[in-house]
């Protein structure tokens, strides 16, 4: 989702890609791939880490700072799901791309219906 980094670029945001996928194909963190890893917490936390870390650069802090996760148009896995709860803020934004190549969002654990990305960053200019 390079696009999407794009976008939010354009919103006034400074994104790192931080997911585990990401963080573990180049060095000294790619050797990981190719072992099998134990399932406790702290492993789990890197295998779930959230795809994005992102920070507005005008928004203070306590709206402006927060992870994204990719919906890829399947449930989150349970552990997923329960390394956030346990060990992220709550403020981790699930996004996706629609039919028409736009983006939505919501709070990960927002029983709401995601919106524009854009419209998204503006209720939290709002707040």
């Known amino acids: 989702m390079d696009t999407l980094i794009s976008v939010l670029n354009s ?3 400074e994104v ?5 996928d990401y963080l573990t194909s180049k060095e000294p963190l790619n050797y990981l791939h190719g072992i099998r890893l134990p399932g406790n917490d702290a492993l789990n ?4 880490f959230p795809d994005y870390f992102l920070m507005h650069r005008q ?4 709206l402006g700072i927060f992870f ?16 956030y709860r346990k060990y992220f ?11 028409s190549n736009q ?20 209720h939290l200019r709002e707040q």
């Open 11 to 13: 919103l006034n945001f």
């Open 16 to 20: 790192q890609k931080t997911s585990y």
């Open 45 to 48: 936390i890197l295998r779930y």
């Open 59 to 62: 928004l203070r802090p306590l």
């Open 68 to 83: 994204i996760v990719e919906d890829r148009g399947l449930p989150l896995p349970p552990k997923a799901q329960e390394m």
């Open 89 to 99: 803020p709550n403020k981790i934004a699930l996004v996706s791309k629609g039919k």
């Open 103 to 122: 983006y939505f969002a919501k709070w990960l654990h927002s029983t709401s219906n995601p919106e524009l990305l854009e419209l998204f960053v503006q």
